[in-house]
């Protein structure tokens, strides 16, 4: 199988997870092209160009996710203008880094993030009732989560996405389903920023870039559809489980090579 047609299938599946989840999809999309071409005889494709095609699916499905969650009511502009530039020129000098980082330091920073992300949306948490409109949150606390989480974001294709969503709702005390649909806010600021930086040290793959770009177009959307009639709590537990799995898979590879 080429990897065209590997490349539609991983992005469309992790598309739907973005817009269900609002992960960004590259949690799911770093594993899926990491391990899909081999199996299926395909290429292998190297860790940096699949960070680089996870930031593009990381903004297309983003804008679309975003969008629909927006119209439900789902995405606090306060808080992705809050932490949304901060996250940018973060993710923007993440993202130049990565370029003279070894793939196995990419891996295992993706792997603890996901780690990370996943121990907490485990935890039992009461968020504070209230609206998109009206959620609050600690500014400082939430810069200084936007800039950290931005840079390794930018480094290893958004994996920080995922501890995004735990931070809005377990440090910042935001509604889970506010802050899935703000967290893909907040990522498309990181997402154009990274995509710059990848694309200008030539870890982004045209032709893939494109196919990835077109399957959110289609799945994303649909994910987001789903994501607004299913109940928060199950919601994060999908995403824990989902986040643990490519974690312990990457983590292998950065500490083995297999």
Do not use: C
Request: a positive charge.
């Amino acid at each position: 199988m080429p990897d065209e047609a590997v490349t539609v299938l991983s992005g469309l599946v992790a598309s739907f997870l973005s817009g269900l989840l609002g992960i960004g999809g590259g949690l799911v999309l770093t594993p899926l092209l990491l391990y899909l071409p081999p199996l299926l005889g395909a290429p292998a494709l190297s860790v940096k160009i699949v960070t680089g095609l996870t930031i593009v699916q990381a903004i297309s499905g983003s804008i679309l996710g975003a969008l629909r969650h927006r119209a439900y009511g789902n995405v606090s502009a306060r808080i992705v203008w809050l932490m949304g530039p901060s996250s940018a020129v973060a993710s923007l000098a993440g993202a130049f880094v990565s370029r003279d980082t070894p793939d196995r330091v990419l891996l295992l920073i993706f792997a603890v993030i996901a780690f990370a992300g996943a121990i907490m949306l485990l935890l039992p948490v009461t968020p504070r009732p209230g609206t998109a409109a009206d959620v609050d949150v600690n500014r400082p606390l939430a810069i200084a989560l936007a800039l950290v989480l931005g840079f390794f974001g930018g480094m290893v294709g958004i994996a920080g996405i995922a501890f995004l969503i735990a931070a809005l709702v377990y440090l910042l005390r935001v509604p889970p389903r506010i802050a899935i649909g703000t967290s893909l806010g907040v990522g498309l600021f990181a997402g154009v920023a990274a995509l710059v930086g990848k694309a200008a040290t030539a870890q982004i793959d045209p032709p893939l870039a494109a196919i990835v770009f077109a399957s959110a177009l289609v799945a994303s959307p649909v994910g987001a559809a789903v994501s607004v009639r299913t109940q928060p709590r199950l919601l994060l537990a999908i995403l824990a489980a989902i986040v643990s799995a490519a974690a312990g898979r990457i983590a292998i590879t950065a500490l083995t090579g297999l």
